[in-house]
């Protein structure tokens, strides 16, 4: 489905350069925190500005009554499976996408060692897969024998963590958000880790609401932008589903003007791109389900989003240029420099912020 997502008028020339800055290696969060809620929060103030610093649980302070959070209840799978060549040869596969039953797009590491027609072997269990082809983004198009692979991920798959967290995880769930409920993802929606179950009941007894779309994190959430021209980069597509209960909330805060709120890049990509214009000429929000590309940087006019909440991002990455296009270049550049002089932890275990 076309989306307006892809317009971000406006500027004639984007530079990559523009979303580079220089990040100290001991500030790349290894772990969670044992409690979620109590990493800290950049408060970003877009009319005056300014830069809040508070603990997690203390967002009820920025909410108000009536507002609406819009959660993503998307769940990793273990997605990470090791495989054996007939060489003897290992080779790490992430699984991607399930293209038809059996045949997942997936990368391979190392990619070289890859090659179609090859068979590769896992765990000992009877599952082989078939390399058929590369795939345009680099990875591998494979056919798994038996094509129900669900014994095979829940057994032997690990969490898919990012490669710039060394340390294994004394518990998979701890990269789940606690609201995740539709398996699909190979990364986890990261600005909804920080929730516990506490704070949410909180958040809804002061009077808070919720609501759940899924979008489904894959290669395009975390595949950094390369064209020195940032307009030029392709986004790969995701699935994402806004059914119709939380269409209906969403619309019915649009129409009270209500404050809406994302937690997370992916719910603001998922919900923009669902967005019409009624016979009004207001938007709002489809219940529909699908494939978005959706890629939004600065230039680009948020019709349904009024705030949203996130972590701390990679250089170059579309999280961090989604991010510039809602709150400003310069402001998050100011951001981001504050919290690394003040030794905020980044990334997927990282700190997060929080932009009204």
């Given at each position: 489905?076309p989306s307006?997502?892809?317009?971000g008028?406006?500027f004639?020339k984007?530079?990559l350069?523009?979303?580079?800055y220089?990040l100290?290696?001991?500030?790349?969060?290894?772990?969670?925190?044992?409690?979620?809620?109590e990493c800290?929060?950049?408060?970003?103030?877009?009319?005056?500005k300014?830069?809040k610093?508070v603990i997690f649980k203390?967002?009820v302070?920025?909410?108000n009554?009536?507002?609406l959070?819009?959660l993503?209840n998307t769940?990793?799978?273990?997605?990470?499976l090791?495989?054996?060549r007939?060489?003897g040869?290992q080779?790490?596969v992430?699984l991607?996408?399930?293209?038809?039953?059996?045949i997942w797009?997936?990368?391979?590491?190392?990619?070289?060692k890859?090659?179609?027609g090859?068979s590769i072997?896992?765990?000992g269990?009877?599952f082989?897969?078939?390399?058929?082809?590369r795939?345009?983004?680099?990875?591998?198009?494979?056919?798994f024998?038996?094509k129900?692979i669900k014994r095979l991920?829940?057994?032997?798959?690990?969490?898919p963590?990012?490669?710039?967290?060394?340390?294994?995880?004394?518990?998979?769930?701890?990269y789940?958000?606690?609201?995740?409920k539709k398996?699909?993802?190979?990364a986890?929606?990261t600005a909804?880790?920080h929730?516990?179950?506490?704070?949410?009941?909180?958040?809804?007894?002061?009077g808070?609401?919720?609501?759940?779309?899924t979008l489904?994190?894959?290669?395009?959430?975390?595949?950094?932008?390369?064209?020195q021209d940032?307009r030029?980069?392709?986004?790969e597509?995701?699935?994402y589903?806004?059914d119709?209960r939380?269409?209906?909330?969403?619309?019915?805060?649009?129409?009270q003007k209500?404050?809406?709120?994302?937690?997370?890049?992916?719910?603001?990509?998922?919900?923009e791109t669902a967005?019409?214009?009624?016979r009004?000429g207001?938007?709002?929000?489809?219940?529909?389900?699908g494939?978005t590309?959706?890629?939004?940087?600065?230039?680009?006019k948020?019709k349904?989003?009024d705030a949203?909440?996130?972590?701390?991002?990679?250089p170059h990455?579309?999280?961090?240029i989604l991010?510039?296009a809602?709150a400003?270049?310069?402001?998050?550049?100011?951001?981001?420099q504050?919290?690394?002089n003040?030794?905020?932890?980044f990334?997927s275990?990282g700190?997060?912020?929080?932009v009204?």
């Amino acid at each position: 489905m076309p989306s307006e997502c892809l317009l971000g008028e406006g500027f004639d020339k984007m530079k990559l350069s523009e979303f580079d800055y220089c990040l100290p290696r001991e500030l790349i969060a290894q772990e969670p925190l044992a409690s979620r809620d109590e990493c800290r929060l950049l408060v970003l103030n877009r009319k005056d500005k300014s830069f809040k610093e508070v603990i997690f649980k203390d967002i009820v302070k920025f909410l108000n009554k009536g507002d609406l959070l819009l959660l993503n209840n998307t769940r990793v799978l273990p997605a990470r499976l090791i495989a054996k060549r007939k060489t003897g040869g290992q080779l790490e596969v992430l699984l991607l996408k399930q293209k038809q039953r059996g045949i997942w797009e997936v990368l391979v590491k190392p990619g070289k060692k890859a090659l179609p027609g090859e068979s590769i072997f896992f765990a000992g269990d009877g599952f082989r897969a078939e390399i058929l082809e590369r795939t345009p983004a680099g990875g591998r198009l494979i056919r798994f024998y038996p094509k129900d692979i669900k014994r095979l991920i829940n057994q032997y798959g690990k969490m898919p963590l990012p490669p710039y967290i060394k340390k294994e995880l004394n518990q998979a769930d701890y990269y789940q958000t606690i609201y995740a409920k539709k398996q699909g993802a190979v990364a986890a929606p990261t600005a909804g880790l920080h929730f516990t179950k506490g704070l949410l009941d909180k958040l809804i007894s002061f009077g808070v609401k919720i609501a759940y779309i899924t979008l489904h994190c894959g290669l395009a959430t975390f595949r950094p932008v390369k064209t020195q021209d940032i307009r030029e980069h392709k986004m790969e597509a995701e699935f994402y589903k806004i059914d119709s209960r939380a269409a209906r909330i969403i619309n019915q805060a649009r129409a009270q003007k209500r404050r809406i709120i994302a937690v997370g890049t992916t719910v603001v990509r998922a919900v923009e791109t669902a967005t019409f214009k009624n016979r009004q000429g207001y938007y709002q929000v489809k219940p529909q389900q699908g494939q978005t590309h959706c890629y939004i940087y600065p230039g680009y006019k948020f019709k349904i989003i009024d705030a949203f909440l996130t972590n701390f991002h990679l250089p170059h990455s579309t999280n961090l240029i989604l991010a510039c296009a809602f709150a400003g270049t310069g402001f998050i550049r100011e951001a981001y420099q504050y919290a690394i002089n003040r030794k905020f932890r980044f990334y997927s275990f990282g700190d997060a912020m929080l932009v009204v």
